[in-house]
């Protein structure tokens, strides 16, 4: 039985992995200086997933249990602090990649609950998991009085863009991020 609930810090590899997942290994590359790979971004995320003030915080990440087992992840955090949680990020980033990610373009902005990362362990999709995990999130939205939850989407991988349609986004403006071309959605 799949049980979706709040993160915890013991859970954090198991977090960054995914949220690394959900990225793509072009994306996190991306984001690596010169001469600094997947197992170094690897070591940064899990130590930012670790912290409470970051944007990949488990605080702000629900996973889907099977037993003890996370199998999927929804990172989300109100768009208005970006930046304040982006800190984080942009410092690991210098510390660990040797780059600065100082003037990155914002992905969100207030007034929405940002879906920055939802993955399910390949084994595991097709199962319907994913689709509670935005359920959740949702509710998460909700309850912190924000009127939507938005997210980008690569406009390369159409069966994400399909699940979020399926779950009923729609398409709110087009974006660049990551290195890649994106689409805003908005639920």
Known sequence: M???REATRAQAADIAKL??????DDCCLYFCGDGHGLEDFRSMMTMLVEQEGSQYSYRNTLIAMDGD???GISVSYDG????E???AFIIAAKDYLDKDHSGMDDETQAGELYLDSLAVLPEYRRQGIAQRLLNATKKKADKMGLPYVGL????GNPAGEALYV????HHANDS???GHPMKHLVL
Do not use: N, P, Q, Y
């Open 85 to 87: 949680l982006r800190r």
């Open 176 to 178: 660049w991020w990551g």
């Open 80 to 83: 208005g602090r970006l930046h």
């Open 152 to 155: 980008l989407v690569d406009k």
């Open 2 to 4: 799949i049980e979706i």
């Open 166 to 169: 399926s779950a009923g986004f």
């Open 69 to 71: 087992k996370v199998v």
């Open 19 to 24: 949220i690394m997942m959900a990225m793509t």
